[in-house]
T-cell receptor
Framework: AQSVTQLGSHVSVSEGALVLLRCNYSSSVPPYLFWYVQYPNQGLQLLLKYTSAATLVKGINGFEAEFKKSETSFHLTKPSAHMSDAAEYFCAVTFEAGTALIFGKGTTLSVSS | ETGVTQTPRHLVMGMTNKKSLKCEQHLGHNAMYWYKQSAKKPLELMFVYSLEERVENNSVPSRFSPECPNSSHLFLHLHTLQPEDSALYLC???????????????FGAGSRLTVL
């Protein structure tokens, strides 16, 4: 079955530290992959998307993600965390053009000073 | 007004009430969605409308009834809900990008529903 898994429901980092949020997918066909962020009391906002144009994708707020087919992964990174990055992050995938997204369970990122 | 707007933002209702959630998009998108977000669970896709026609219904109980009168508006009618239906209901819209093949969703802020 096609699915997406986010490893770690909660990640804590210090301000200025590297952020790494993990996402793996299971599929027999090339996926379309997305990262969304949700701040408290808000809806989901698109951070970045992979659609086969380039394996390293840059998004908003300094985030980027790399598609690694051999590892079936699409991990989200940011070199230096900021307090404002504290939020919930969702990896999402669709395996067929134009179809609805399948979301992971989400990872809550906490940033301490 | 731009983006996806959901009203009300908060709703408390009894199990015998009838209420509706409203979603409006100002992006010119041709597809709209209802998702349910419960604590500790992945987002659950409930309904998808494409060009005002329902194209997906993920085994949602009949006490949830969607309506899409036009491409800009989407409703979720609620009737005799259960306490376990308490959740954040998110509306989203999208436009299919034929170049990338991707459906990029834009979400509203959600309607927080509490069923007593």
């Amino acid at each position: 079955a096609q699915s997406v898994t986010q490893l770690g429901s909660h990640v804590s980092v210090s301000e200025g530290a590297l952020v790494l949020l993990r996402c793996n997918y299971s599929s027999s066909v090339p996926p379309y992959l997305f990262w969304y962020v949700q701040y408290p009391n808000q809806g989901l906002q698109l951070l970045l998307k992979y659609t086969s144009a380039a394996t390293l994708v840059k998004g908003i707020n300094g985030f980027e993600a790399e598609f690694k087919k051999s590892e079936t992964s699409f991990h989200l990174t940011k070199p230096s965390a900021h307090m404002s990055d504290a939020a919930e992050y969702f990896c999402a995938v669709t395996f067929e053009a134009g179809t609805a997204l399948i979301f992971g369970k989400g990872t809550t990122l906490s940033v301490s000073s | 007004e731009t983006g996806v707007t959901q009203t009300p933002r908060h709703l408390v209702m009894g199990m015998t009430n009838k209420k509706s959630l409203k979603c409006e998009q100002h992006l010119g998108h041709n597809a709209m969605y209802w998702y349910k977000q419960s604590a500790k669970k992945p987002l659950e896709l409930m309904f998808v409308y494409s060009l005002e026609e329902r194209v997906e219904n993920n085994s949602v109980p009949s006490r949830f009834s969607p309506e899409c009168p036009n491409s800009s508006h989407l409703f979720l009618h609620l009737h005799t809900l259960q306490p376990e239906d308490s959740a954040l209901y998110l509306c989203a819209s999208s436009q299919f990008d034929s170049v990338s093949g991707a459906n990029v969703l834009t979400f509203g802020a959600g309607s927080r529903l509490t069923v007593l």
